[in-house]
């Protein structure tokens, strides 16, 4: 983290200093090779280097931060789970917001957003404007956290006074980089040779309407540490015994051929290989390989240990152990619990980059004239849960009778947004259904 007293201090000399550090930092490797485990990509069996070259090679790498990070974007991430409730704000307030989401594809990006913080720890989104005058349309893009250096000032509780973007490029055949400054009244555009120690070079400069820094840092968590960041040590690990035990494979296939009493030339043993016959043996010959055991019981034992660790030292649960025909209702509790530990921290943190966001788009329709109170907006985060209304359903019943109609809405009926009008629906058809009972007078009809 960068911290300084005011933009004052933020000279382009100093700019271009912390640049050179950003670009050579363990910080920016850290980002690129967590992009890389999520991709499949893993650094440390991909760049293994092996004593032995002429030996078998394998590097297996498992995708697991992938499988990690897919299984929390999709619990709380997903297009549709994150809604706004606008009931205490002015209607025309609430379209122009829902206006600038839709034009924005508000969900998507907000998924994105959730994904990249999730691999990285941070995500940063820039906010600006397209068209001219009144006609204007506030935007937000997700940019890549390889590319941002924020900056904060020296109180207690940090807080965010301006902004780096660097963009690598070429001119000519010159490599460059572009860097974007904002702060909270000014955008200016330079660029450098990418060389370092090289100086700023002034290309454009102009005011904005924000009336703040237009750059949004989301937070994965206190630390600003990725989901899998704390199991990059196991993942490495299982890799290692899956590629290993490959090689081990390798080698079997690779077993000598012993020999007794013959010898084979050449060609014939390429006939061999060709036929898999041996023709003509002596009586006192014999034919064997020469092999290794492999610990299979060893191997799979590890490779459940290591599986085991890395769900429980991430904090998320195993999918697999919860899923299946034989997942009872009692079990999908227990993976929604573990969930809800791992993801209630995320959410909170979340939360407050989509009302800085919303802060930053209410500064322009303000100026449009429909703007409105961004606190009393309300974010309503909802998760992706696995399907157990059969179960619920069943305990209804089980309680139906000894609880109150209200409590078991609320507890057994996730469905229902408010228990007292439903119950109130509820007594208001019960006269009509009354009359299609059947009236037992006695007489068969």
């Known amino acids: 983290m960068y911290r300084v007293n005011s933009t004052d201090e933020l000279t382009p000399k100093y700019l271009s200093k912390v640049i050179d550090e950003f670009m050579g930092s363990d910080k920016r490797k850290h980002y690129a090779n967590n992009t890389e485990y999520y991709l499949g990509n893993n650094p440390a069996i991909v760049k293994r280097d092996v004593p032995?070259?002429?030996?078998p090679d394998n590097r297996i790498p498992i995708a697991y931060g992938r499988r990690i990070v897919n299984l929390v974007d999709g619990y709380?991430?997903?297009?549709?789970?994150?809604?706004y409730a606008f009931a205490d704000t002015e209607e025309a307030f609430e379209q122009a917001m829902r206006d600038v989401f839709n034009a924005n594809k508000e969900p998507v990006k907000s998924e994105q957003m959730g994904k990249q913080v999730s691999i990285q720890g941070c995500g940063y989104e820039y906010h600006y404007v397209v068209g001219d005058g009144q006609a204007i349309t506030p935007r937000f893009a997700k940019l890549p956290v390889t590319e941002v250096i924020p900056f904060y000032d020296k109180s207690i509780e940090p807080e965010l006074i301006a902004f780096v973007r660097i963009v690598e490029s070429k001119q000519g055949d010159?490599?460059?980089?572009?860097?974007?400054?904002?702060?909270?009244?000014?955008?200016r555009e330079y660029t450098r040779k990418a060389d370092s120690g090289s100086d700023l070079r002034l290309v454009d400069e102009f005011d904005h309407f924000y009336k703040m820094v237009p750059l949004v840092d989301f937070a994965n968590n206190e630390e600003k540490q990725g989901?899998?960041?704390?199991?990059q040590p196991l993942i490495d690990a299982y890799d290692v015994l899956i590629s290993d035990s490959m090689n081990e494979f390798d080698r079997f296939a690779w077993a000598y051929l012993l020999l007794k009493g013959m010898a084979l030339s050449q060609d014939q043993a390429e006939k061999v290989k060709r036929l898999r016959v041996f023709e003509n043996l002596d009586e006192s010959g014999d034919v064997s390989f020469l092999t290794k055991e492999i610990a299979t019981e060893f191997i799979s034992f590890m490779a459940d240990l290591l599986r085991s660790e890395i769900h429980r030292q991430s904090g998320i649960p195993n999918l697999e152990d919860y899923d299946g025909a034989g997942a009872s209702g009692k079990t999908l509790t227990k993976f929604i619990y573990l969930m809800e530990l791992f993801t209630d921290p995320k959410e909170s943190y979340f939360v407050e980059g989509l009302y800085k966001r919303m802060a930053l788009i209410n500064q322009i329709l303000t100026i449009q004239g429909n703007?409105?109170?961004v606190d009393a907006v309300k974010v309503i985060m909802t998760r992706n849960t696995p399907d157990n209304s059969k179960e619920q359903a069943e305990i209804f019943n089980l309680y139906?009778?000894?609880v109150s109609k209200r409590t078991l809405l609320e507890q057994f009926a996730d469905f229902v947004d408010d228990p007292d009008e439903e119950i109130e629906a509820l007594e208001a058809e019960a006269p009509v259904m009354d009359m299609f009972e059947p009236v037992d007078d006695g007489e068969s009809t």
């Open 52 to 55: 032995d070259d002429s030996g």
């Open 76 to 83: 709380m991430y997903k297009p549709g789970l994150i809604n």
């Open 174 to 187: 010159t490599p460059i980089l572009e860097v974007t400054y904002g702060d909270s009244k000014v955008i």
């Open 227 to 231: 989901d899998f960041d704390s199991v």
């Open 371 to 373: 703007g409105g109170d």
């Open 400 to 402: 139906a009778g000894h």
